[in-house]
T-cell receptor, first 115, second 113 residues
Framework: GAGVSQTPSNKVTEKGKYVELRCDPISGHTALYWYRQSLGQGPEFLIYFQGTGAADDSGLPNDRFFAVRPEGSVSTLKIQRTERGDSAVYLC?????????????FGPGTRLTVL | KQEVTQIPAALSVPEGENLVLNCSFTDSAIYNLQWFRQDPGKGLTSLLLIQSSQREQTSGRLNASLDKSSGRSTLYIAASQPGDSATYLCAVRLETSGSRLTFGEGTQLTVNP
């Protein structure tokens, strides 16, 4: 079946603009995660959804970042008043449930560049 | 705070060589450890998942071991091929941090033909 998909694959924006990044998880996966990866670094956790609710948003760096998953499937990561430091690859992952043994499967990422 | 370290940061080997990538973590209270592969400009591909109760997992030419008490995991790649060239990342899931994964910075592997 289809894997995790993310759109757009690349996004270039100007400082101060608002951006939305979309994630389509694997069908039937109830858990969804967002991570951010800077160049040469490992991914860093941002937020985790179980169903429609954000079970853990402690990784969001500040209140300019927000994510939703209104129907428990597709999720959107929203960044307000973008800054150059927000430039990174934003990765989405999903897993079958929140159970500890479930593998997380990652999408190809969205490369965000803030000029 | 859990820290995950991967050594070496980069590795270049001739084709056919067997090699070992290392991952260490500071907090041994983990649920599991996952090894990923990342090709340039791409997302992460899951290679192996080891539960905290397991010692190793194997898939084809890959074997991952876990020593939870010492906070270490190794990824063994047998008979390396140029197609194995990629960045390899390990990630742990802590008992105390819910479902998030904490990643190392990766080992960039180049296998030369």
């Amino acid at each position: 079946g289809a894997g995790v998909s993310q759109t757009p694959s690349n996004k270039v924006t100007e400082k101060g603009k608002y951006v939305e990044l979309r994630c389509d998880p694997i069908s039937g996966h109830t858990a969804l995660y967002w991570y951010r990866q800077s160049l040469g670094q490992g991914p860093e956790f941002l937020i985790y959804f179980q169903g429609t609710g954000a079970a853990d948003d402690s990784g969001l760096p500040n209140d300019r970042f927000f994510a939703v998953r209104p129907e428990g499937s597709v999720s959107t990561l929203k960044i307000q008043r973008t800054e150059r430091g927000d430039s990174a690859v934003y990765l989405c992952a999903s897993s079958l449930s929140r159970r500890s043994y479930n593998e997380q499967f990652f999408g190809p990422g969205t490369r965000l560049t803030v000029l | 705070k859990q820290e995950v370290t991967q050594i070496p940061a980069a590795l270049s080997v001739p084709e056919g060589e067997n090699l070992v990538l290392n991952c260490s973590f500071t907090d041994s209270a983990i649920y599991n450890l996952q090894w990923f592969r990342q090709d340039p400009g791409k997302g992460l591909t899951s290679l192996l998942l080891i539960q905290s109760s397991q010692r190793e997992q194997t898939s084809g030419r890959l074997n991952a071991s876990l020593d939870k008490s010492s906070g270490r995991s190794t990824l063994y790649i047998a008979a390396s091929q140029p197609g194995d060239s990629a960045t390899y990342l390990c990630a742990v899931r802590l008992e105390t941090s819910g479902s998030r994964l904490t990643f190392g910075e990766g080992t960039q592997l180049t296998v030369n033909p």
